[in-house]
């Protein structure tokens, strides 16, 4: 019988069993955290509403933080939950030092704070540097002063172009669609400037040419750093510099890709300046001691490029998006690994790994794809092909087991720990994501990837909440999937997850080495070696032959035998006596 073995049975030779392998990174044993950690997105407003106004609070985080302690994670990253008009579900700011009122209060923060440490889990929180509210007092200042006047240059305004300036002053466009320009009204009704806003028009673009910006933000720094964060989850991280003169750009709006430009990114993309920005950043933090953290949302590439962010004097770590690109897909996975860890060695620092976000499609449902399936941004609606869900959950185990064997830090989700899938059937006046309304319901946005928690299957809103509807409803799969239901279940998905993070702190894997196991490393799966772990991934329809050693841990507990089924995980201890029958 196959049987989860506990760690003492390591044995430091794996050259026995595993076949050739081919070193990519040596064990990491420099000091720091975060190198390692799991860390955990909690997304505020649909985490747990304690109030019942139908949107999670600050309260209701506190309240299930025991949750997140038990499942293993080392740390909470909470996405905004400063005063923001919620134009666009937080990353719109008004104030940058203050809770908004459907959250909670800066109190409720602090007993949030008190009860993370008291559990060892450390937090870290979003900065939203790029943009703010329209409804900022800043920017609500620039609107009443004229042009050219100090206000005015803290955000990028321009003279329109043509004839009589009712054109926008180039041709970038918005993540989000439409023109990434908006034009002003003067006191007088007159037609005025423009401003720059990469996201929706609510969203004004700093000028980080500005000193004034520069301090305003340090001031927020010391601010959260003084209340006791671990650090920073630095929202669109490469897009605070535009290039002088705001050129034209012909490239994608929604990606800080190279395309078009070769060897340069987009204008609005990775400029020089920004490094200084991040440096003086890291001077600030350390005055804090070593354990305060960077980490950048920099949709950059290639992976070496993304490495220049994470050097000794600036961020600590930044998102790999190029994992979580590569899906499924045998030949990305083992290039995008590979150059992860041998870019992000180069300049010492840890890789991170991430399959899902507020932003994209959960990967139970886009892993229940056999094509092609949603584009990120784009959701899935109910007239769209739909993902088959229990492959999908499958295939995700698989992943986050093959993910969570990886030396590193980790970024889970919240809800993928309990396999969620997407919610397809929001009714188009529910769904609140500015991509939808801004093209025309022409893509449905992010919604679907943000519907709250089912916390406990017998309860009024399935435990989210006891009073008004959640602000997205649950599809009829989530009761099923609830919390309190897979926590009684030890073949559950949470079961897993929870075993994964016991064995993964176990074993030391997130500060291990990798090898590839070559005999594993076929065109449809992928073996590699932590320390004396072998990590095997089986993506392909004829069941994979397992080499010998103890399973530690499989994707699909209710699998046995020495036989790995197609989209399943299975961890092996191995050495010189290990046998699996
Ligand atoms: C990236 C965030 O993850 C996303 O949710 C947000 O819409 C944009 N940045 C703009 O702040």
Known sequence: MLSLMSVETVTPDTSLNAGP??????????????????????????????????????????????????????????????????????YDVSDYC????????????????????????????????????????????????????????????????????????????????GPAWTRVA????????????????SQPDFNWDNPAVHAEFERVLRFWLDRGVSGFRVDVAHALVKAPGLPAWGGRADGGSSEGFPGHEAPMFGQPALHDIYRNWRRILDQYGPDRILCAEANVDPLPRLANWVRPDQ????????????????????GVITDSLEALDAVGAPSTWVLSNHDVVRHASRFGYNGQGPRDGDGIGPADPQPDIALGRRRAAAASLFM????????????????????????????????????????????????????????????FGHGRD?????????AALARDLQAASPSSHLALYRDILRLRRGLNLGRGSLSWAEDWCTGSSLGYVNGTTLVLMNLNHDPLEMPAGHVLLRSDPSGAGRFLASGETAWLQLGPDAAAD
């Open 98 to 177: 203050d809770v908004d009122p459907i959250f909670g209060t800066l109190g409720d923060f602090d007993v949030m704070m008190a009860e993370s440490h008291r559990l060892g889990l450390r937090v870290i929180v979003d900065l939203v540097p790029n943009h703010c509210s329209d409804q900022h007092a800043a920017f609500q200042a620039a609107l009443a002063a004229p042009a050219g006047s100090p206000e005015r240059d803290m955000f990028i305004f321009r003279d329109g172009t043509g004839p009589d300036g009712s054109e926008p002053p180039n041709n970038w466009q918005s993540h989000f669609g």
């Open 315 to 334: 961020m600590h770590q930044a998102f790999n998006f190029p994992y979580l690109h590569a899906g499924l897909d045998v030949y990305r996975l083992r």
């Open 404 to 463: 969570l064997g990886l030396p590193g830090a980790a970024y889970l989700y919240q809800g993928e720990e309990l396999g969620l899938p997407d919610g397809v059937d929001i009714p188009e006046h529910l769904r609140q994501d500015p991509t939808f309304a801004r093209t025309g319901g022409e893509r449905l946005g992010r919604d679907g990837c943000r519907i709250p928690l089912p916390w406990r299957a017998a309860e009024t809103h399935l435990g």
């Open 21 to 90: 392998l081919t070193l990519i990174h040596e064990a990491d044993n420099a000091p720091g955290w975060w190198r390692s950690a799991v860390i955990y997105q909690v997304y505020p407003r649909s985490f747990r509403d304690l109030n019942g106004d139908g949107v999670g609070d600050l309260a209701g985080i506190t309240e299930e933080l025991p949750h997140l302690a038990d499942l293993g994670v080392d740390a909470v990253w909470l996405s905004p939950f400063y005063r923001s008009p919620q134009r666009d579900a937080g």
């Open 470 to 478: 959640p602000w997205l409803p649950f599809p009829s799969s989530f």
């Open 186 to 201: 003067r006191p007088d009704g007159q037609p005025d400037q423009w401003y720059l806003h990469l996201f929706d028009s």
